[in-house]
């Protein structure tokens, strides 16, 4: 019966921003833009999750990831469904989730080599509130604009098809291979239940959970750690107390208290709630 307070990562992107969100200092004004914050544990081997921030200021690559056994072949110990919850959003910010149309390996192919990819997918408007879970395999690529928080299986495992004439590496063999090609279709969110938790996605990979402020008992079976993460207020979980911009990594059994107006995200491996 643990809780522990993890350590943060920040990564400095060139498409990242200097003004984040509460709960993260600003970089300096002469230092790189921060594009992601990840939260990591002290264990030796990695854990199932990875909580992360993503702070956007022009697009991200077009992109895709392979599933569990695309990316066991490569030796890797896992594939990458995500999901992201959006905290705040310019007026015009999008997200890419699908192709408007099935596309062929050749027709993806060519459309990432000459650029039209981009007109070629589905760029969905987003605002605060959203959320949307990308299943491995869904072609994406998040725009600019965004403030969200990104729950994934831990693999860094990305398969560039397009990145606006940038001189990074693309992986078009790769990326083609384990693209699903079609437009994207949102699996269902089970919504809210009665003891005032909204689940937000109920596996394959994992179970994302919204919870108000509030007293409640975290029970997780031996072996099944919790990201809890606050997106605001502040609380104490196992004698650990949290604030926004933290994330608390949380095993067996344990009180929870977080103060009134306090906004909770709390996610673990599997396919079924607790």
Known sequence: MTATLLATKRVEKPWGRRRLWPGFADPAPDAPPIGEVWFQTPRADAPELLIKYLFTSERLSVQVHPNDE????????????????????????????????????????????????????????????????????????????????????????????????????????????????????????????????????????????????????????????????PLTGAGAVGGVAFKAGECVLVEGDEELTAETGSDLLFAYPGATRL
């Open 70 to 229: 695309q990316a066991r072949v490569r030796g890797h110990a896992r594939g990458k469904d995500e999901c992201w919850v959006i905290l705040a959003a310019e007026p015009d910010a999008r997200i890419a989730l699908g192709t408007l149309a099935p596309m062929t390996d050749a027709q993806l192919r060519a459309a990432s080599e000459d650029g039209s990819i981009v007109d070629k997918l589905d760029w969905k408007r987003v605002q605060a509130g959203d959320f949307y879970y990308s299943s491995a395999g869904t072609i994406h690529a998040i725009g600019a604009g965004i403030t969200l928080v990104e729950t994934q299986q831990n693999v860094d495992l990305t398969y560039r098809l397009y990145d606006y004439g940038s001189d990074r590496e693309l992986h078009l063999d790769d990326a083609v291979a384990v693209s699903k090609a079609e437009p994207f279709v949102a699996p269902p969110m089970p919504g809210k239940m009665s003891d005032d938790r909204t689940i937000l996605c109920e596996g394959p990979k994992f179970v994302l959970e919204r919870w108000p402020g509030g007293d409640r008992r975290i029970s997780l079976p031996e072996g099944k750690p919790g990201w809890l993460t």
